[in-house]
């Protein structure tokens, strides 16, 4: 098996090499991991790409490059240019800090597993949520790092797999606890907290030049029952189905009645 890793934390982040276990573990020992990361930190780029400018590749040892752009660049450069042959699952993450509720709508993590979705590969974005529980502990990654190869072996096995325009990929999130307390898995959607949503304050600095700095809000905030930060909140991994398509389905019908 052959697979692609990536993350928006940046080539040298922690949590890279928490996937990169779980990820040869995935492979076997007949398998490839190709790591193709972003040179430095990309958090909260969503799914951008490097649109306007040209992005440098630079290969630091075999099959592991740092990537001058996002995360979706990364999987851009590694189905199209680097890898010799393309992937057949693309992982990103583990991120530190939680991707779950609207936080989804900011994620490098996602954007990446976004874009290998888009180019028609399976893909899962992981990510450890952070808190009181596991934040100080010598692997704040535990729950990512004990239980991490379990959960995407069940969901490569169990889970669904389609070849739609807009393609199925999953959105994981590990509990903020310790490993041991984890109390597995639940197939979630995508929550919603009142209070964590961005703002920005500003800060003047010493040449007396006014800048912003974004601003979020606390992360503990519970959710709807049978959505990905409650389940997080009870010591569970969420799994989340996604797709690309921001089509409100659910309303297409009502407004062909009241506009056309």
Known sequence: MRL????DDGITAPGLKVLDR???EIAGPEGEVWTIAPAFEQSGVGHCISYTRPTLVSKLEERRYAVEGSPADCVLAGVHDIMPERPDLVLSGVNRGNNAGENVLYSGTIGAAMEAALQGLPAIALSQFYGPRNKDLDDPFEPATLHGTATVRKILDHGIWDSADYRLFYNVNFPPCPAVETQGLAVTTQGWRTKAGHAVAPHISPSGRRFLYVTGGPQNERTAP??????NMEDRI???PMRCD?????LVDRLRDTLE
């Not at 692609?4 to 993350?7: M, V």
């Not at 049978?226 to 389940?231: E, S």
């Not at 921001?246 to 659910?250: M, P």
């Open 226 to 231: 049978g959505t990905d930060v409650a389940a």
């Open 4 to 7: 692609l890793i990536t993350n």
């Open 246 to 250: 921001l089509t409100a389905h659910d």
């Open 238 to 240: 969420s799994v989340t």
């Open 22 to 24: 779980i990820a040869r």
